[in-house]
């Protein structure tokens, strides 16, 4: 991603666009689960726990969610919520990317990915918390120190399968 200006930092820029994903990926996450407590209250139900009537519903939500064919006008409404986020911040800088076509699109791309994370049965969560390198869970970039254990940044977090659930997919991290 071409990111233009005078920003040189890459630790700044891998910060910035892993921001952009996590705060895609927390939009999606509550445009779902509010969808699935319109239905519910639809139906006079309450959120259930595994097994139960109400968490097949919210499954059933998921489902529909995912396999339906017209989620352009989501994912727009989506895109507008991350950038406000974003833009709320309002540093001159911040105002400057948000106007280039390059994050634009990457922001549009994060939104489709972790909509598609989201809606999976279980869903497909973003793992960055780890301060220390955790092989099994993650890979470093080619910049990285590789005597150092301490994570600087992330350039892309791990997939983890449902809360609690096994690493599906490796991170990148800075050492």
């Given at each position: 991603l071409s990111i233009p200006?005078?920003?040189?930092d890459a630790e700044?820029?891998?910060t910035f666009l892993m921001r952009i994903l996590e705060t895609a990926f927390s939009h999606c996450q509550s445009a779902i689960t509010e969808t699935q407590s319109k239905v519910r209250a639809c139906l006079?139900?309450?959120k259930g726990t595994h097994n139960t009537p109400s968490y097949q519903l919210d499954t059933a939500v998921c489902s529909f969610l995912r396999d339906r064919n017209d989620n352009d006008a989501v994912h727009a409404d989506l895109i507008e919520r991350v950038s406000k986020e974003l833009a709320a911040e309002q540093?001159?800088?911040l105002l400057e990317l948000f106007a280039c076509e390059n994050?634009?699109?990457y922001m549009s791309d994060c939104v489709q990915l972790t909509w598609e994370m989201s809606v999976q049965i279980p869903p497909l969560l973003p793992y960055s918390k780890p301060q220390f390198f955790i092989p099994e869970q993650f890979a470093?970039?080619?910049?990285?120190?590789m005597k150092s254990s301490s994570v600087r940044y992330y350039l892309w977090p791990a997939l983890m399968q449902g809360k609690g659930g096994p690493i599906i997919s490796k991170g990148v991290v800075v050492t």
């Open positions: 200006g005078d920003i040189d700044w820029k891998g006079s139900a309450s540093t001159e800088t994050v634009k699109n470093r970039f080619f910049t990285s120190d």
